[in-house]
Each structure stands twice: as structure tokens, then as C-alpha cells.
């Protein structure tokens, strides 16, 4: 009976409103390793993204950033780093990240998740 409850519950739940899932999210992130360190210093393409939440966009020091970046005003929370990992281009232009974005919600989700962790 107990299951039989359970999965009625879970129908009812949209697909998208699954929680996140941390390990997938540091599985995916592999992808971004190629740029992105997890160190405090940056000798990559990319800025580190070690202790990203909460931080100003365009704010580590051994990083040059573009403009658009340095600009932006932007503070890398779960939502700031949903819009732009869905479509860097379009969510700040002029940005130097050669990267289209990852159209699955979920998995943008989950890596989101992990980076937030990072501390």
C-alpha cells in the first residue's frame, strides 16, 4: 500500500521540480574542468570557480575578465547561475565564455547544486 502511495505522489510531481542531485552535478561538471579549476588560483581558460556562490562576477584577481563581466554586477547565486549556464551568450553579452549553454534544466540544476558546495 505504502508504494502504492508513493507512486501515486511521485506522479503528481513535475518532472522538473525534482530535487538536485549533488553527485550527478560533480560527475557533469568534468566538462567544465577543461576550463574552470577548482583551486584557488586561475591557470585555465576560465576563472576558478572555487567559493563561486555568493561571489561578484568578474571579482577574482589573477582572472582577467571581459568587460561585459567585470561590468555586470552580477552575484553568483543558484538562480544567477542557472540563467547564465542556460545560455551564456544571450544572458550577458559581450561575456568571453565560448560555451552555448546546457539546455537540460536538470542537469544545469544539478551542477549548480555541486558548485554551490564549493567552498
Same mark, same amino acid.
Given at each position: 500500500? $505504502?508504494? +502504492?502511495?508513493?507512486?501515486?505522489? @511521485?506522479?503528481?510531481? #513535475?518532472?522538473?521540480?525534482? +530535487?538536485?542531485?549533488? +553527485?550527478?552535478? $560533480?560527475? !557533469?561538471?568534468?566538462?567544465?574542468?577543461?576550463?574552470?579549476? %577548482?583551486? #584557488? !588560483?586561475?591557470?585555465?581558460?576560465?576563472?576558478?570557480?572555487?567559493?563561486? +556562490?555568493?561571489? $561578484?562576477? *568578474?571579482?577574482?584577481?589573477?582572472?582577467?575578465?571581459?568587460? @561585459?563581466? /567585470?561590468?555586470?554586477?552580477?552575484?553568483?547565486? /543558484?538562480?544567477?547561475?542557472? /540563467?547564465?549556464?542556460?545560455? #551564456?551568450?544571450?544572458?550577458?553579452?559581450?561575456?568571453?565564455? @565560448?560555451?552555448? *549553454?546546457?539546455?537540460? @534544466?536538470?542537469?544545469?540544476?544539478?551542477?549548480? /547544486?555541486? %558548485?554551490?558546495?564549493?567552498?
Amino acid at each position: 500500500m $505504502r508504494q +502504492a502511495v508513493l507512486f501515486a505522489l @511521485a506522479l503528481l510531481v #513535475p518532472a522538473g521540480a525534482r +530535487a538536485q542531485d549533488v +553527485a550527478n552535478g $560533480r560527475e !557533469a561538471y568534468a566538462a567544465c574542468a577543461a576550463c574552470h579549476e %577548482l583551486t #584557488p !588560483a586561475s591557470t585555465t581558460a576560465g576563472p576558478s570557480l572555487l567559493g563561486v +556562490a555568493g561571489r $561578484r562576477a *568578474g571579482s577574482l584577481q589573477d582572472f582577467r575578465y571581459s568587460r @561585459a563581466m /567585470a561590468a555586470s554586477g552580477i552575484v553568483w547565486t /543558484a538562480e544567477t547561475l542557472d /540563467a547564465y549556464l542556460a545560455d #551564456p551568450p544571450n544572458a550577458l553579452p559581450g561575456n568571453r565564455m @565560448a560555451f552555448s *549553454g546546457i539546455q537540460d @534544466a536538470a542537469l544545469r540544476r544539478d551542477i549548480v /547544486a555541486y %558548485l554551490l558546495t564549493l567552498r
